[in-house]
C-alpha cells in the first residue's frame, strides 16, 4: 500500500501563487504514475496533472499556469500553481496509481491522500 499525504493548500488572491506538495510512504516502487485531482462543491472529482510512465498529463484548464514535478529519491510530487483563478477553488487530492496509461483518469488511482484546500478570491 501507499500513504499520501498533502500540504501546501490555502487561500490566496486570484492571480497569486501556491505549492502543492505530496508525500508518499509505503510501496513507493509500484506507484507507476502520481499526480494532483480536484474537487469542488457540486462537481465531480477531475484530474489537474499526473506524471507517470507515459509522461505528463494536465487538464485544459490548468496549461500553461500549473506544473507538475516529481522527486522519486524524496518520493514526492509537487503542484506548482501560477494565476490562480476563482475556478481553480477545489480541495486538491495527491493520487497514485500502480497502473499503466491512467493519465487524467481518476478511476485508475488506488491510492488517495486526504486533500488539501485551494481557495482563490477574486
Known amino acids: 500500500a501507499v500513504q499520501l499525504v498533502e500540504s501546501g493548500g490555502g487561500s490566496v488572491r486570484a492571480g497569486e501563487s501556491l505549492r502543492l506538495s505530496c508525500t508518499a510512504s509505503?510501496?513507493?516502487?509500484?506507484?507507476?504514475?502520481m499526480g494532483w485531482f480536484r474537487q469542488a462543491p457540486g462537481k465531480v472529482r477531475e484530474g489537474v496533472a499526473t506524471?507517470?510512465?507515459?509522461?505528463?498529463f494536465y487538464a485544459d484548464s490548468v496549461k500553461g499556469r500549473f506544473t507538475i514535478s516529481r522527486d522519486n529519491s524524496n518520493n514526492t510530487v509537487h503542484l506548482q500553481m501560477n494565476s490562480l483563478k476563482p475556478e481553480d477553488t477545489a480541495m486538491y487530492y495527491c493520487a497514485a496509481s500502480t497502473y499503466y496509461g491512467v493519465g487524467l483518469r481518476a478511476d485508475g488511482y488506488r491510492y488517495w491522500g486526504q486533500g488539501t484546500q485551494v481557495t482563490v478570491s477574486s
Open positions: 509505503g510501496d513507493t516502487g509500484s506507484s507507476r504514475y
Open positions: 506524471t507517470g510512465t507515459g509522461g505528463i
